[in-house]
């Protein structure tokens, strides 16, 4: 669903972060090549366009994803507050129409993928991503979302369950867009759920 651009295409498999490396080093590739799904029906936003177009050529039964510090999916961070929306985000109607695009990343976002998957060390974290749309997103049958505890707080994993369970989409939490999807799952690692309290260290 999504890939990092840098100098304004995907960056290559050989990147240490590359999302199409992870997918075929920890999916793909683990399985059994008589089994395994032909590589021409593997796709990655690369051809954005194109990319988007496959959400027509075929079913998407489920669409796997997590949730960011900053209550993404995918990479469908909130908005940048500026121009018509400076003073208030879109509406969830506005914000839906996003397709598969290039994006700027919020800076949590940044910060979260350098402390879940680069060591903390920020520099090597792209700023910008090629991500899945939320036009897209509602051509999936059903939408799945993991928390294992570590890519979002337990105050955040809370607020997002809480906002879709009770129909409340704000486009400023865009998880909770999800809300108006018809199939959303969440599932949730209960030890890392982890307790909303104040806790110094």
């Not at 900053?70 to 879109?90: C, I, L, M, S, Y």
């Not at 520099?123 to 993991?146: D, F, H, L, M």
């Not at 928390?147 to 707080?153: E, L, M, Q, T």
Request: contains cysteine; glycine residues 8%.
């Amino acid at each position: 669903m999504d890939e990092w651009i840098e100098n304004g295409k995907p960056v290559p498999m050989e990147h240490p972060l590359s999302f199409a490396k992870a997918d075929m080093e920890l999916c793909f590739n683990r399985i059994r090549p008589e089994l395994r799904m032909p590589a021409k029906n593997i796709h990655f936003p690369v051809e954005l366009d194109a990319y988007s177009q496959t959400y027509d050529e075929v079913r998407c039964a489920i669409m796997q994803g997590g949730q960011g510090e900053v209550k993404h999916w995918a990479f469908n961070d909130p908005p940048k507050r500026e121009g018509e929306w400076k003073d208030e985000p879109p509406p969830p109607g506005k914000y839906l129409q996003l397709k598969t695009r290039i994006t700027d990343l919020h800076p949590m976002t940044v910060i979260q993928n350098a402390r879940t998957s680069g060591g903390g060390y920020v520099p090597q974290v792209p700023i910008r991503a090629a991500t899945v749309g939320p036009y897209e997103t509602w051509k999936a049958v059903s939408v799945s979302i993991w928390h294992p505890g570590h890519h979002d707080n337990p105050f955040g994993i809370r607020l997002t369950a809480l906002m879709i369970s009770k129909r409340v989409p704000d486009s400023s939490v865009p998880m909770s867009l999800l809300a108006d999807h018809p199939h959303v799952k969440f599932s949730y690692y209960r030890g890392g759920i982890g307790t909303v309290q104040a806790e110094m260290h």
